[in-house]
């Protein structure tokens, strides 16, 4: 059997449950070496949050693993020399591999390995992303220069959608060399039990004075510049119907400007961070999800997914990477220009009336999620490894 090293930063609620799933299908023998030693726990600052989090679903359980000794002066995934473990590249050696995962170039160590195995191993890399961001025309030629030599260490890339796939193949990846692996997350534990879930909103919604005619948009995420919240602030200042809510969920920079907003509209909500086994019902306490996304970096919002296996409309920028992939304007949501937003403006005030198109939305994203599952990700990993020679 096909023995795969993942090497990744530190445990992560999205990935972790299809580590476990790679591992209980025994098509391969996986090993995750994660480089950000310390965290031995699963709890760590997360400087967007602006907080610690302990992620209350396993991110251990169920697959091989190890914390390889990290050295870094200041440990993290948010700079390139937060990640320096001079032991990895021999430990992953000793588990003799036939074929190494790096998740992201842009740590000192995860670079180093791709340079290492390449041409020794076949090197597969995962990444999510995008071109939505380019600026200026002498960055984006020194930009190109660089990635293509990054990329040049990389034998295949597992790409999440089509705005990844358009990076990957803009930086010299061709196309046989590229292999779909979408973006997902759990969808059961966010639909079911559906009627247990809803009747948590309905409690937390009563306990928050949200009122059976209200209209409640919904924000879920870190709140900083690059994420936007305070356009939907603005979305309020300009709709002044008593019935449209806004449900703040998330923490961050902007949180004290949110609060300050919320003093003075007494239709801003906020819950600050919750963690993911409470999500579910707090997404069943909105009507529409919005991601109002400026960028840069905003590569995918897995909140969508989330919010679509709960049956919910969504709503994203142009800035936002996997609104292209996740979303049919007019089917199970709309795909927004910040600079052009009467489509939503139209929608708010077409639903403050009847949600019955709402409604609609959302069994059409319940639909439309079905395509972008933890098992769509590992049979095509399992698939690409066990295809190399």
């Known amino acids: 059997m096909k023995r795969l090293a993942i090497i ?129 025309i002498v960055k984006k030629y020194f930009r190109r220069f660089f990635l293509r030599w990054v990329y040049s260490f990389v034998d295949y890339a597992f790409y999440v959608g089509s705005n990844n796939k358009a990076y990957f193949s803009e930086y010299g990846l061709k196309a046989d060399q590229l292999i779909y692996a979408p973006h997902a997350i759990d969808n059961e534990r966010f639909s079911e039990p559906d009627d247990v879930f809803q009747k948590e909103a309905v409690a937390l919604k009563n306990n928050s004075g949200i009122q059976q005619g209200d209209l409640v948009l919904l924000f879920v995420g870190k709140l900083e510049q690059k994420k936007n919240p305070v356009f939907l602030i603005k979305l309020l200042e300009k709709i002044k119907d008593k019935r449209l809510k806004v449900l703040f969920v998330g923490s961050g920079e902007m949180s004290d400007e949110i609060k300050l907003a919320a003093l003075m509209d007494d239709r801003i909500l906020m819950f600050g961070f919750r963690n993911q086994q409470q999500m579910p019902a707090i997404y069943r306490m909105s009507d529409i999800l919005i991601l109002p996304s400026k960028g840069p970096g905003e590569t995918w919002g897995l909140a969508l997914n989330e919010a679509m296996a709960c049956g919910k409309a969504v709503v994203a920028t142009t800035k936002t990477g996997g609104a292209a992939d996740l979303i049919r304007n007019d089917i199970n949501g709309l795909i927004i220009d910040l600079e052009n937003r009467n489509s939503l403006d139209l929608l708010i005030a077409t639903s403050l009336k009847d949600k019955r198109t709402l409604e609609e939305m959302g069994r059409q994203s319940r639909i439309a999620i079905r395509s972008f599952t933890f098992t769509h990700i590992v049979t095509a990993i399992e698939y690409a490894v066990n295809s190399i020679e």
Request: charged fraction near 20%; hydrophobic fraction near 35%; aromatic fraction near 16%.
């Open 8 to 136: 990744s930063t530190h445990p992560i609620q999205y990935n972790a449950p299809w580590f476990r799933l790679l591992a209980e299908r025994q098509h391969l023998v996986l090993k995750v070496f994660y480089t950000w030693g310390q965290l031995k726990e699963s709890k760590k600052y997360d400087p967007g949050f602006d907080k610690e989090v302990n992620w209350d679903i396993p991110l251990l359980d169920g697959y091989d693993y190890t914390f390889v000794q990290n050295v870094a002066g200041k440990p993290g995934s948010h700079h390139f020399n937060g990640i320096v473990n001079p032991g990895l590249i021999n430990e992953i050696k000793a588990w003799k591999p036939n074929a190494v995962l790096v998740f992201g170039w842009c740590f000192n160590s995860h670079l180093k390995c791709l340079r290492y195995f390449h041409k020794k191993l076949p090197v597969f890399f995962r990444g999510d992303s995008t071109l939505l961001d380019e600026q200026g």
